[in-house]
């Protein structure tokens, strides 16, 4: 039904419902939001989580590392994780795994997770778990904030403002704190 102004106005349509007859389109935008909301906090304790879980893999790293070469540590984490999430896509019922449709140069994603995992194991029983991943979360704020900027690899651009900077500084004055 095409909105009518002359709907819109308070006319109720029974006795027990006295809500405007163009309250339907206010109810869907209330809705919309309330489903945004909930996808941020969700997404949000998805964060957490996985932020949680890489201080716990950098420290259990570090562990592996005393008995295994560095690149041995990160082929069992790799191998490990490939085992869970196959099983996890035969559990789901997903059949095969399909590598098409994604630019080529993203599947180079792996040798970050390399890079990754090598370079915490290296530093964590140095530097220790909590350092490791202030240095570590330093590092992807730069990055991110260059890809964020540019646009690369086909994110939305986000231009570097002064606004940032604040924030930014707190993270690196933290980091400054946990080094001296």
């Known amino acids: 039904m095409p909105f009518s102004p002359a709907l819109s106005k308070a006319t109720p349509s029974n006795n027990k419902d006295r809500t405007p007859a163009g309250s339907f389109l206010f109810r869907e935008r209330a809705g919309f939001i309330r489903r ?22 950098v420290s259990i790293d570090g562990i592996l590392a005393d008995s295994l070469s560095l690149f041995e540590v990160c082929f069992f ?25 994604a630019p080529p140069y993203v599947y180079l994603v792996g040798f970050l997770g390399v890079a990754l995992v090598v370079s915490s194991s290296f530093c964590s029983n140095r530097m220790g778990a909590a350092l490791t991943m202030a240095v570590s979360v330093a590092g992807q704020m730069a990055a991110s904030a260059l890809v ?16 940032r900077l604040p924030p930014c500084l707190l993270i690196l004055g933290g980091l400054a704190l946990m080094l001296w």
């Open 36 to 57: 945004q909301k909930e996808v941020l906090v969700t997404s949000y304790f998805l964060l957490l989580l996985g932020g949680a879980c890489q201080g716990l893999m």
């Open 77 to 101: 984490v790799h191998a490990i994780g490939a085992v869970v999430l196959l099983l996890y896509i035969l559990v789901r019922g997903g059949g095969r795994v399909r590598l098409a449709g």
């Open 148 to 163: 964020d900027h540019y646009g690369l690899f086909g994110v939305p651009v986000i231009r570097w403002s002064w606004r």
